[in-house]
C-alpha cells in the first residue's frame, strides 16, 4: 500500500495559478501510475489528470479535455511526490482534489475505480 497526502489547495481569484502537491510514502511511485481527480458540490467525481509508468525514461500522460493547455501534471521520482500545475483557474475549477495511485500497468487510467489508493483531498476555490 502507499499512503497519499495532497497539498496546496487554497482560495484564489480567477486566472491564477496553484500548484498540487502528491506526496506519497510507503512505496515509491516510480512505479504507479497516479492521477488527479476532483468532486465539485453537487456532482460527480471527474478526472482531471494521470500520469502513467512505462520505464524509467518513458511515462504517458493524459489530461481532461476541461484542463488541457492550462493543468500540467509531472512528477519528481526523487521525491515521490507527483505535482498539478494549474493555470488559469476558473470559477468551474472550485473542488476537492484528490491524487490517486495505482501500480502500473493499468488499464483505465481515466477510471476512478482502477486506484485503490486515495489521498484525503485538498480544496481548490476560484472565485471570479
Known amino acids: 500500500q502507499v499512503q497519499l497526502v495532497e497539498s496546496g489547495g487554497g482560495l484564489v481569484q480567477a486566472g491564477g495559478s496553484l500548484r498540487l502537491s502528491c506526496a506519497a510514502s510507503?512505496?515509491?511511485?516510480?512505479?504507479?501510475?497516479v492521477a488527479w481527480f476532483r468532486r465539485a458540490p453537487g456532482k460527480a467525481r471527474e478526472f482531471v489528470a494521470a500520469?502513467?509508468?512505462?520505464?524509467?525514461?518513458?511515462?504517458?500522460?493524459y489530461y481532461a479535455d476541461s484542463v488541457k493547455g492550462r493543468f500540467t501534471i509531472s512528477r519528481d521520482n526523487a521525491k515521490n511526490t507527483v505535482y498539478l500545475q494549474m493555470n488559469s483557474l476558473k470559477p468551474g475549477d472550485t473542488a476537492v482534489y484528490y491524487c490517486?495511485?495505482?501500480?502500473?500497468?493499468?488499464?483505465?487510467?481515466?477510471?476512478?475505480?482502477?486506484?485503490?489508493?486515495w489521498g484525503q483531498g485538498t480544496q481548490v476555490t476560484v472565485s471570479s
Open positions: 490517486a495511485a495505482q501500480q502500473s500497468p493499468v488499464a483505465g487510467p481515466v477510471d476512478p475505480y482502477t486506484y485503490d489508493n
Open positions: 510507503g512505496r515509491t511511485v516510480s512505479g504507479y501510475t
Open positions: 500520469i502513467s509508468w512505462i520505464s524509467w525514461s518513458t511515462r504517458r500522460i
